[in-house]
């Protein structure tokens, strides 16, 4: 068997913690990297390393410190040569410490909740891409995905409002496309995808659920399977593709 290496950013919780669940559980995967500000503090993560001994690894990561990024990457190729997967599932659309609150109106536009989403949003996945590069870049299949959000395209902009999380989501999906473009180029064997998972139970939906109909509400593990499937089965066909959890295109 190939071994396969993965690793999850914002693992903590969330989709984030059902991706590293849901890897575990596949024979295929050799090792998980779970990656989060405070891998301590998190006790499912702590019970999955009981219970994978030598196949998980935790790793403190705040996607928006560029030198835990370079130690990550660093750690982890100490250990492999290469990586198979890389994915991001940090994300922020409300965070009361960083005075984060989606904006109905442009007059609640302020500067540093603004540079706060898109240091978690649109920073984390490009500056996760620049020193990731060398461990994904190889001679066999590789992916790179990052969740991203169907607010975040601007065709598909209908609605209004949110303008921070719109604005650092649609960032994160040129950066996305242009990752594509270059890996076209230079990385033959690499698949970059951005995933929109859909209404997912998590604290970052939990404020906003109450409109959502029951069935349209998913669980992580129904978003970490449909998400890791997709991520699984696409080809370099794909890079470069904005997908949603039931494997429709998102407009751009
Ligand atoms: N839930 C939904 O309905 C929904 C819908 C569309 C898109 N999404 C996207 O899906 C992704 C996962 O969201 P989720 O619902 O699983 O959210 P969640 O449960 O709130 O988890 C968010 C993750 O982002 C990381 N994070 C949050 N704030 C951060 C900060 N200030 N600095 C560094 N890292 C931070 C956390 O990492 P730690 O592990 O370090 O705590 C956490 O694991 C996000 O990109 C989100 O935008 C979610």
Same mark, same amino acid.
């Given at each position: 068997?190939?071994?396969?290496?993965?690793?999850?950013?914002?693992?903590?919780?969330?989709?984030?913690?059902?991706?590293?669940?849901?890897?575990?559980?596949?024979?295929?995967?050799?090792?998980?990297?779970?990656?989060?500000?405070?891998?301590?503090?998190?006790?499912?993560?702590?019970?999955?390393?009981?219970?994978?001994?030598?196949?998980?690894?935790?790793?403190?990561?705040?996607?928006?410190?560029?030198?835990?990024?370079?130690?990550?990457?660093?750690?982890?190729?100490?250990?492999?040569?290469?990586?198979?997967?890389?994915?991001?599932?940090?994300?922020? +659309?409300?965070?009361?410490?960083?005075?984060?609150? !989606? &904006? @109905?109106? =442009?007059?609640?536009? %302020?500067?540093? /909740?603004?540079?706060?989403?898109?240091?978690?949003?649109?920073?984390?996945?490009?500056?996760?891409?620049?020193?990731?590069?060398?461990?994904?870049?190889?001679?066999?299949?590789?992916?790179?995905?990052?969740?991203?959000?169907?607010?975040?395209?601007?065709?598909?902009?209908?609605?209004?409002?949110?303008?921070?999380?719109?604005?650092?989501?649609?960032?994160?999906?040129?950066?996305?496309?242009?990752?594509?473009?270059?890996?076209?180029?230079?990385?033959?064997?690499?698949?970059?995808?951005?995933?929109?998972?859909?209404?997912?139970?998590?604290? +970052?939906?939990?404020?906003?659920?109450?409109?959502? !109909? &029951? @069935?349209? =509400?998913?669980?992580? %593990?129904?978003? /970490?399977?449909?998400?890791?499937?997709?991520?699984?089965?696409?080809?370099?066909?794909?890079?470069?593709?904005?997908?949603?959890?039931?494997?429709?295109?998102?407009?751009?």
């Amino acid at each position: 068997m190939t071994a396969q290496h993965f690793l999850v950013q914002g693992a903590s919780r969330g989709i984030g913690l059902a991706m590293v669940t849901r890897l575990l559980a596949r024979a295929d995967i050799t090792h998980v990297y779970a990656c989060s500000r405070a891998p301590q503090n998190s006790s499912p993560l702590q019970t999955l390393a009981s219970a994978h001994p030598g196949r998980l690894t935790l790793l403190p990561l705040d996607i928006t410190l560029e030198a835990d990024i370079v130690r990550a990457a660093a750690t982890v190729g100490e250990r492999h040569e290469r990586l198979h997967g890389l994915i991001n599932c940090a994300g922020v +659309l409300h965070d009361d410490a960083l005075s984060l609150q !989606p &904006e @109905k109106r =442009l007059e609640q536009i %302020d500067a540093s /909740a603004l540079d706060a989403s898109f240091r978690v949003n649109t920073f984390g996945p490009m500056l996760l891409a620049r020193h990731f590069f060398p461990l994904l870049k190889h001679d066999q299949p590789a992916r790179f995905a990052t969740l991203s959000a169907r607010v975040g395209s601007i065709s598909d902009n209908a609605m209004g409002g949110w303008y921070s999380y719109r604005a650092s989501k649609a960032a994160q999906n040129q950066f996305t496309r242009t990752f594509a473009i270059e890996a076209r180029r230079r990385a033959k064997q690499l698949i970059i995808l951005a995933l929109h998972p859909g209404t997912t139970d998590t604290a +970052l939906s939990q404020p906003f659920q109450k409109n959502v !109909p &029951e @069935k349209k =509400l998913f669980t992580t %593990d129904f978003v /970490a399977e449909s998400l890791l499937n997709i991520v699984f089965n696409a080809t370099t066909e794909d890079s470069g593709r904005f997908i949603a959890w039931d494997g429709q295109d998102i407009p751009w």
